[in-house]
T-cell receptor, first 111, second 111 residues
Framework: QKEVEQDPGPLSVPEGAIVSLNCTYS??????FMWYRQYSRKGPELLMY????GNKEDGRFTAQVDKSSKYISLFIRDSQPSDSATYLC???????????FGAGTRLAVHP | EADIYQTPRYLVIGTGKKITLECSQT?????MYWYQQDPGMELHLIHY???????EKGDLSSESTVSRIRTEHFPLTLESARPSHTSQYLC??????????FGPGTRLTVT
């Protein structure tokens, strides 16, 4: 079983929709949670960074962490065609522990 | 502007050739990483460095080697390229252990 599970999609939504992207994980030691956005043929771009449980908001993006359920989410409000990309979750226990990535969810926002 | 650079962006090369993928960062980060990414798959860590003259192998077995003679520079070398090395190679750096910033990637095709 993979340490981090992420639905590969693709997820297709109309412009303006609220998008929910999710990851589950098995390692209860994970404390640092990240969401990356990756456009086709580009490197991943750090979108959101959260430590431990709770919510974090940045513009149209909200990251949620529920450590009791080992579940993290990224919400995108008022989605735009420019949000079309692959979204990767990543997490780490911190210290010298490595970053573990999900396989990514491909999102398409159509006008 | 602080950034992370990778060259070449695309490389098509024949079997048996020696290749070096370049990675440089201007952020002054001590920690640097090389990942391999295949379509629809997780990023796999192949090498990392926590500072000058420090290099370690990652989780994914790789026939490549790395060096870290200068803080800003972390090249990856394949002594004899094979078709199985065809992949996207991503370089990243970080100040903290978890919050990593990625370069644009090198897409390698070995014929």
């Amino acid at each position: 079983q993979k340490e981090v599970e992420q639905d590969p999609g693709p997820l297709s939504v109309p412009e303006g929709a609220i998008v929910s992207l999710n990851c589950t994980y098995s390692n209860s030691a994970f404390q640092y949670f990240m969401w990356y956005r990756q456009y086709s043929r580009k490197g991943p771009e750090l979108l959101m960074y959260t430590y431990s449980s709770g919510n974090k908001e940045d513009g149209r993006f909200t990251a949620q962490v529920d450590k009791s359920s080992k579940y993290i989410s990224l919400f995108i409000r008022d989605s735009q065609p420019s949000d079309s990309a692959t979204y990767l979750c990543a997490m780490s226990a911190g210290g010298y522990n490595k970053l573990i990535f999900g396989a990514g969810t491909r999102l398409a926002v159509h006008p | 502007e602080a950034d992370i650079y990778q060259t070449p962006r695309y490389l098509v090369i024949g079997t048996g050739k020696k290749i070096t993928l370049e990675c440089s960062q201007t952020m002054g980060h001590d920690k640097m990483y090389w990942y391999q990414q295949d379509p629809g798959m997780e990023l796999h860590l192949i090498h990392y460095s926590y500072g000058v003259n420090s290099t370690e192998k990652g989780d994914l077995s790789s026939e490549s080697t790395v060096s870290r003679i200068r803080t800003e520079h972390f090249p990856l070398t394949l002594e004899s390229a094979r078709p199985s090395h065809t992949s996207q190679y991503l370089c990243a750096s970080s100040e903290l252990y978890s919050e990593q910033y990625f370069g644009p990637g090198t897409r390698l095709t070995v014929t």
